[in-house]
């Protein structure tokens, strides 16, 4: 019996790792259910029930007596879209047996402490990048596309900067718009840019919560309606951090 114990909490163990490395990394819940509970079948325990929120896992296993439950906090959580393809491979190798439950946990703590981010200078560059071709996108003139480029690139660094020192991102989003629209319109005053809307709109999309609002639609449409909403909410409050920035901003024209 202490051997069956021990060997499902195991189990749970590897669930909740392989569960809390996609939450964090930005998988929706319906995945990363259906991730726990497919490798809690391979591993031999076929009565699973799992309660995932953006903030939270809890995971029971029945089959054993008594019934034994495990509840991780999740406290943060970002977009690394490499790191749940990872966890998904070891899934399927779990699955198609060609790991044990060993090998597996092994696997899932060095994809846990794996940074598979890119250099801050590069994320950087990209987004100054991303926010020129943005305002082309959305027909701006060429003109435009250099200062587009600076002000979202700046803006993009004073997000992180702002994030370090006020771990709050509600207002680290709202500080780094209200730098954005200050750079914009001080470019467009200085006669380096034309379309002031078009460099603000351009140079915000880095900002924009694009893979919260897709994760909230697919949690809903799945019926996850907890944590849909929950997304979805911090979906709106980052809009509206964003919105809020540049409307200081313009006020003061």
């Known amino acids: 019996m202490e051997n069956q114990v021990e060997g499902t909490y195991d189990i749970m163990e590897v669930c909740l ?120 996108m959305f027909n701006g003139g060429w003109n435009d596309f250099l200062p587009s480029m600076v002000t979202g690139g700046l803006g993009y660094l004073s997000f992180v900067y702002f994030h370090r020192f006020v771990p709050i991102k509600f207002f680290s989003e709202f500080l780094a718009s209200f730098v954005i629209g200050l750079l914009s319109v001080l470019f467009v005053k200085l006669g380096l840019g034309n379309q002031l809307d078009k460099i603000i709109i351009g140079s915000v999309m880095t900002l924009v919560p694009g893979l919260l609002v897709t994760n909230a639609i697919r949690d809903l449409m799945a019926g996850h309606l907890v944590s849909g909403l929950s997304k979805g909410a911090e979906a709106f409050l980052t809009a509206f951090a964003i919105g809020a920035g540049i409307a200081v901003v313009l006020s003061f024209l």
């Open 17 to 136: 790792l392989a569960g809390k490395i996609m939450l964090q990394s930005g998988g929706e819940t319906y995945r990363v259910e259906d991730t726990m509970m497919r490798i809690a079948a391979a591993f031999g325990i076929q009565t699973t029930h799992s309660y995932v929120t953006p903030t939270g896992i809890i995971f029971s296993a029945e089959g054993t007596e008594p019934t034994k439950t495990k509840l991780i906090r999740i406290s943060e959580r970002s977009t690394d879209l490499k790191k749940v393809a990872m966890v998904n491979s070891v899934s399927r190798s779990i699955s198609s047996g060609e790991i044990n439950i060993n090998e597996a946990l092994k696997q899932l703590k060095e994809i846990d402490s794996l940074d598979v981010t890119f250099p801050f200078k590069y994320q950087v560059a990209a987004a100054s990048l991303a926010s020129g071709c943005f305002m082309i």
